[in-house]
């Protein structure tokens, strides 16, 4: 039986942006995301990356260019150690030893992992395996980096971990695009979102402009969390309680 997963999907996406993909389960998210680096391949139009078809990029070619951290960190975490873990694609690669090492510590830095090279990767708590899953795709060094549920499985506190890291990752010039369930996470740290509906792309904007229209993503089943909720009552686009601070302060002057 064919399904007609995506339908009328025409999208850009550009260096440096943050996005949310929003939607309810089976809208079409993780089947665009993964359209993207060419675990799965179009049957009708394009993908283009860097204005050329994903199918003729080779996988090695494209998980440079695109790294893709899946939401089940165990699905992916196979070896005995995390330093053989995060460096395995680069010794699939054939790249020099000593590169090798410099890019697994350099990775293992940058999610704050080091001096875990020795330790069991299954002995690790989610967060941190989640951490090495990243880790793993960053040795690749690739511009863009998609990830599904990052904060899935994740206390408060690590989630806000999780996304600091990916934050600061966008700020250092990677596009980050997370598939996520959770609205106050796509309303705190992406600067885009596109919902997805059906198979199609049902809104695409600026986060604020997105969840300022809350008739709208309501169609989608989506519901803005309780500060944005506040705010559109209230008519200003914060999307933090620290914006709607700031805006009210504003009222008073």
């Known amino acids: 039986l064919d399904v007609e997963a995506l339908r ?24 665009l995301a993964k ?9 009708s139009g394009h993908v283009l990356i860097q204005e ?41 690669l054939e790249e020099d030893p000593k590169k090798i090492e410099d890019r697994v510590a350099e990775a293992l830095e ?25 880790a793993s795709v960053l040795t690749a060094q690739p511009q863009v980096i998609i990830l599904d549920e990052p904060t899935t499985g994740l206390d408060y506190r690590h989630q806000r971990s999780m996304m600091g890291m990916l934050e600061h990752l966008n700020q250092k010039g990677h596009t980050i695009i997370i598939i996520t369930h959770s609205m106050w996470v796509a309303s705190e740290y992406a600067k885009r979102v596109i919902v997805m509906k059906d198979g199609t792309i049902f809104s695409d904007g600026p986060t604020r402009e997105v969840f300022s229209n809350e008739a709208q993503l309501n169609e989608a089943s989506l519901r803005v969390p309780p500060i944005v909720q506040l705010s559109n009552w209230l008519g200003t686009q914060a999307l933090t309680v620290e914006e709607l601070v700031q805006e009210l302060k504003g009222y008073d002057r």
Do not use: M, W
């Open 35 to 43: 359209q993207l680096n060419g675990l799965l391949k179009p049957t």
């Open 52 to 92: 050329k078809p994903t199918t003729k990029y080779s996988r090695c070619e494209l998980a440079r260019l695109v790294g893709y951290v899946f939401q089940n960190p165990d699905h992916q975490i196979f070896a005995r150690t995390v330093k053989e873990e995060v460096g395995f694609g680069l010794k699939v």
């Open 8 to 31: 009328g999907i025409d999208l850009s996406i550009y260096e440096g942006e943050f996005i949310a993909l929003l939607g309810q389960n089976g809208s079409g998210k993780t089947t």
């Open 110 to 134: 940058i999610v704050e992992l080091q001096g875990y090279e020795e330790k069991i990767p299954f002995t690790l708590t989610k967060g941190e395996r989640q951490r090495v899953a990243v």
